[in-house]
């Protein structure tokens, strides 16, 4: 810009007073400083100048992280505060930038000699106050047309700020576990579903929702008691007043919301519908899919896109040998990329088919790096369709008119092609060729033999509901097994397979996962056999397992890159496992020698 904007006299002084004055101040930033450690999640302390003095204790709210990341934010800028708030933090008073306007681009000349606000860290508290520089102005109003001197911004004036009954209301980004009171008016992003658990100290259940304002948003969890109090009541989409909730720093690695800190919900917190909803929507920090390169795996983004395809939920089984739903989709947007992104849990079994086409805005979507740029959402984050956006209805725009009909880029690094259904592979091509990096995965066949069995965990228990297909696995009550899905209860479950084995060719071996139907008929004996056994007969038990050892199969496999908990893994499940046809398999090696001979 050509100009160098005029700093508002007086802003230091008013901005550093409990209850800062809405109109808006014009400062400089002489110095930003990254005071967080953790990727993706940084806080940015900022020391401001109106010329005459300066104010080292500023911080910018999350959501303006962007301009720091872009560098369009940088030491010297000349900003307009339009929204800000100082709070008390051991006996010193820190101001929380929680909206801006950039007024200069690249760096501009320090203006004055500021001194430190007194009383502010670093500041004599006897230093006189200094005389403002012949470059700062007095504020100018509006609805004058030409510039006017007008009187000082002086704290007494400053409207007082918004109580809930006699307690102040904080925003988001300004509340700490070392305030003693306080009560925020924070909008429901997003609710998990009831989840139970089982430790040490018995049962238990819990749920988290993400709460936000205009200043950022942060995770709370309820547990036990707390649960059966608020998961009725709080509802995505309203406004609550929040307070008495325990604060602790956030665990980044599972926490994906912009505070630093994480709410406990118990039975003495206190939460109350706001009835006039003044809080505003959702602030997306939007990243175009051309932009991925630039963001670190597992750093979490805001993007706005449409959604291209859409695929079956699955179900893994992890770790801990509980099952998990998933689901992808593939997005794309004005960009001209697609990316995958994977649903986890409560969001792949909300968000199916009736998600085709539609623009989609996602906050807290974390970023991974599998096979190029992936995206993965669980329900922390919030998923909004067709949001009253303006980049939402520019997108909805572009792509009725063109996008629909475009071929994107994608950030695939490699991988078979899932076209080529059940192509005949040796094992060792899985690693070789790099299968299972493509979108929807490559579908191949083997032919092998089993070499051992995984009899630890080789069935679960499943919904027994003679109704429907719910393969679900249920959880043990006193009364017998529940399944969460359906709300039932049973007597007995209905128990499934889920085999692993270490199938080997000539080329190497490899692991792969037998579903129900399937190890049936290799096992001859059902799956609630197989239990009946293993808890009264556990010689028969293994040995219905030894007798498919060292058998060879013809094994048809989906063979995909999958992530869970940020950890990749190639896993290969069976779609059928057969007897060999050897007459078929015999003409196959033909093939394959006929084809050795040809190169």
């Known amino acids: 810009?050509?100009?160098?904007?005029?700093?508002?006299?007086?802003?230091?002084?008013?901005?550093?007073?409990?209850?800062?004055?809405?109109?808006?101040?014009?400062?400089?930033?002489?110095?930003?400083?990254?005071?967080?450690?953790?990727?993706?999640?940084?806080?940015?302390?900022?020391?401001?100048?109106?010329?005459?003095?300066?104010?080292?204790?500023?911080?910018?709210?999350?959501?303006?992280?962007?301009?720091?990341?872009?560098?369009?934010?940088?030491?010297?800028?000349?900003?307009?505060?339009?929204?800000?708030t100082a709070?008390?933090?051991?006996?010193?008073?820190?101001?929380?930038?929680?909206?801006?306007?950039?007024?200069?681009?690249?760096?501009?000349p320090k203006i004055g000699t500021p001194i430190a606000f007194p009383g502010d860290a670093g500041a004599e508290s006897s230093a006189p106050p200094a005389q403002p520089s012949p470059q700062v102005q007095p504020v100018k109003t509006p609805m004058q047309p030409a510039p006017q001197p007008v009187k000082q911004l002086v704290p007494q004036q400053a409207p007082k700020m918004e109580k809930h009954g006699d307690q102040p209301v904080f925003k988001v980004a300004t509340i700490n576990p070392y305030q003693n009171k306080w009560t925020i008016k924070v909008r429901v992003i997003s609710k998990s579903a009831i989840k139970r658990f089982k430790n040490q100290k018995g049962e238990g259940k819990l749920f988290s929702v993400t709460l936000g304002d205009e200043s950022g948003d942060i995770r709370a969890t309820a547990f036990g008691d707390a649960v059966e109090i608020f998961y009725n009541l709080l509802e995505e989409g309203q406004v609550f007043y929040v307070s008495k909730a325990a604060l602790k720093n956030a665990n980044k690695q599972w926490n994906t919301a912009s505070s630093s800190y994480e709410m406990t919900l118990d039975t003495s917190t206190v939460i109350e519908p706001c009835l006039d909803g003044s809080v505003p929507g959702l602030r997306y920090n939007i990243i175009e899919f051309s932009r991925l390169t630039e963001v670190e795996p597992n750093n979490v983004i805001d993007c706005v896109a449409i959604v291209k395809e859409v695929g079956e939920m699955q179900t893994i089984l992890t770790k801990k040998q509980t099952q998990l739903e998933k689901r992808d989709i593939v997005l794309v947007d004005q960009s001209m990329y697609s990316v995958r992104c994977t649903l986890w849990g409560q969001q792949a079994e909300k968000y199916g088919q009736n998600i085709q086409d539609v623009v989609i805005a996602?906050?807290?979507?974390?970023?991974?790096?599998?096979?190029?740029?992936?995206?993965?959402?669980?329900?922390?984050?919030?998923?909004?369709?067709?949001?009253?956006?303006?980049?939402?209805?520019?997108?909805?725009?572009?792509?009725?008119?063109?996008?629909?009909?475009?071929?994107?880029?994608?950030?695939?690094?490699?991988?078979?092609?899932?076209?080529?259904?059940?192509?005949?592979?040796?094992?060792?091509?899985?690693?070789?060729?790099?299968?299972?990096?493509?979108?929807?995965?490559?579908?191949?066949?083997?032919?092998?033999?089993?070499?051992?069995?995984?009899?630890?965990?080789?069935?679960?228990?499943?919904?027994?509901?003679?109704?429907?297909?719910?393969?679900?696995?249920?959880?043990?009550?006193?009364?017998?097994?529940?399944?969460?899905?359906?709300?039932?209860?049973?007597?007995?479950?209905?128990?499934?397979?889920?085999?692993?084995?270490?199938?080997?060719?000539?080329?190497?071996?490899?692991?792969?996962?037998?579903?129900?139907?399937?190890?049936?008929?290799?096992?001859?004996?059902?799956?609630?056999?197989?239990?009946?056994?293993?808890?009264?007969?556990?010689?028969?038990?293994?040995?219905?397992?030894?007798?498919?050892?060292?058998?060879?199969?013809?094994?048809?496999?989906?063979v995909k890159n999958e992530v869970y908990q940020d950890e990749a893994k190639v896993r290969i499940t069976c779609s059928s496992v057969e007897p060999i046809d050897e007459v078929a398999y015999s003409k196959e090696l033909i093939k394959m020698l006929s084809d050795v001979r040809l190169h």
């Open 1 to 84: 810009m050509s100009s160098v904007p005029p700093l508002t006299q007086g802003a230091v002084t008013v901005a550093n007073e409990p209850n800062p004055p809405t109109p808006p101040i014009v400062v400089q930033v002489l110095n930003i400083k990254a005071i967080s450690s953790v990727p993706g999640q940084e806080r940015y302390r900022i020391i401001i100048s109106d010329g005459a003095l300066k104010l080292i204790l500023a911080m910018l709210s999350t959501p303006l992280n962007a301009l720091v990341i872009g560098e369009k934010l940088v030491k010297h800028s000349i900003i307009r505060l339009t929204k800000y």
């Open 87 to 108: 709070n008390a933090v051991a006996s010193k008073r820190l101001l929380i930038v929680l909206s801006m306007d950039l007024l200069t681009e690249g760096e501009v």
């Open 362 to 558: 996602m906050k807290g979507v974390k970023v991974g790096d599998y096979g190029g740029r992936t995206l993965s959402i669980s329900d922390g984050a919030s998923i909004v369709l067709n949001p009253d956006l303006p980049e939402a209805h520019r997108l909805r725009g572009w792509y009725d008119e063109h996008g629909s009909h475009q071929h994107f880029q994608t950030f695939s690094s490699g991988g078979g092609s899932s076209d080529k259904k059940n192509e005949s592979k040796n094992i060792i091509d899985i690693t070789e060729q790099n299968l299972g990096f493509s979108e929807k995965g490559d579908y191949i066949t083997i032919v092998g033999t089993i070499m051992h069995v995984r009899t630890e965990n080789a069935m679960y228990p499943a919904c027994a509901n003679p109704s429907n297909t719910c393969n679900k696995k249920v959880i043990q009550t006193a009364g017998g097994w529940r399944c969460e899905k359906d709300d039932m209860e049973f007597p007995n479950p209905r128990y499934r397979y889920i085999v692993s084995c270490a199938v080997a060719d000539a080329t190497g071996q490899t692991w792969v996962t037998i579903f129900d139907e399937d190890a049936q008929r290799i096992i001859g004996k059902s799956a609630n056999e197989m239990a009946h056994l293993k808890e009264y007969n556990e010689t028969d038990y293994k040995a219905a397992f030894d007798q498919i050892q060292l058998q060879q199969y013809t094994f048809k496999c989906r």
